[in-house]
């Protein structure tokens, strides 16, 4: 099992930058994929990035393509997600989530229902 704590939200003007972090405890980090989600009030949680093991593989919804990064630093049991040129719309509570499994297909892995273990999320607000 393992424990997520996601850190790093706030306010932030539209265009400007934050970087969450995901700290995890527990057992067997580095063997988790990792993903993270937003749900803004009142929408689904959606799908914004997801990372294999590793770190040498990421991918991401279209919406913040070219925009977000996601990293993980295994030796600090820790996954970060880099998010540049802000727009009001990326306002929204993110989670990260670990993944027991390492592949899915394109769908399952952009599916919360997927993934094993969540944090409590951090509030990002971008205004406008």
């Known amino acids: 099992q393992v424990q997520l704590v996601e850190s790093g939200g706030g306010l932030v003007q539209a265009g400007g930058s934050l970087r969450l972090s995901c700290a995890a405890s527990g057992r067997s980090f580095s063997s988790y994929t990792m993903g993270w989600f937003r749900q803004a009030p009142g929408k689904e949680r959606e799908f914004v990035a997801r990372i294999n093991s590793s770190g040498g593989s990421s991918y991401y919804a279209n919406s913040v393509n070219g925009r977000f990064t996601i990293s993980r630093a295994n030796a600090k049991n820790t996954v970060y997600l880099q998010m540049n040129s802000l727009k009001p719309e990326d306002t929204a509570i993110y989670y990260c989530?670990?993944?027991?499994?390492?592949?899915?297909?394109?769908?399952?892995?952009?599916?919360?229902?997927?993934?094993?273990?969540w944090g409590q999320g951090t509030q990002v607000t971008v205004s406008s």
């Open positions: 989530a670990a993944d027991r499994q390492s592949y899915r297909g394109s769908y399952s892995s952009r599916s919360s229902t997927s993934y094993d273990y």
